[in-house]
């Protein structure tokens, strides 16, 4: 559900501290929503993609556009930021 289309929903705070060589990833479901998978299987695929340590954050990014295995002609958006 887009953020904020529902009037009635409601949502939690949460604090996560990243350290220095940590990812933090936010993607839309059209970089990993495929018809025959649920959306959990997918996010999973993109977990095991992501787990190989950050030396640089284009190469990294690029490298999971190049292996995600979006199949619904859906718009995609990746914004991947590595902590220094």
């Given at each position: 559900m887009l953020l904020g289309a529902e009037p009635d929903a409601s949502y939690q705070e949460a604090t996560?501290?990243?350290?220095?060589?940590d990812a933090l990833l936010m993607f839309t479901d059209g970089l990993i929503e495929r018809r025959d998978q649920s959306l959990d299987d997918a996010l999973h695929a993109l977990t095991h993609l992501a787990?190989?340590?950050v030396h640089d954050i284009g190469t990294f990014?690029?490298?999971l556009l190049a292996r995600s295995a979006s199949d619904t002609d859906d718009d995609a958006c990746?914004?991947?930021v590595a902590v220094q």
């Open positions: 996560i501290r990243l350290r220095p060589g787990s190989r340590p990014a690029d490298h990746l914004v991947a």
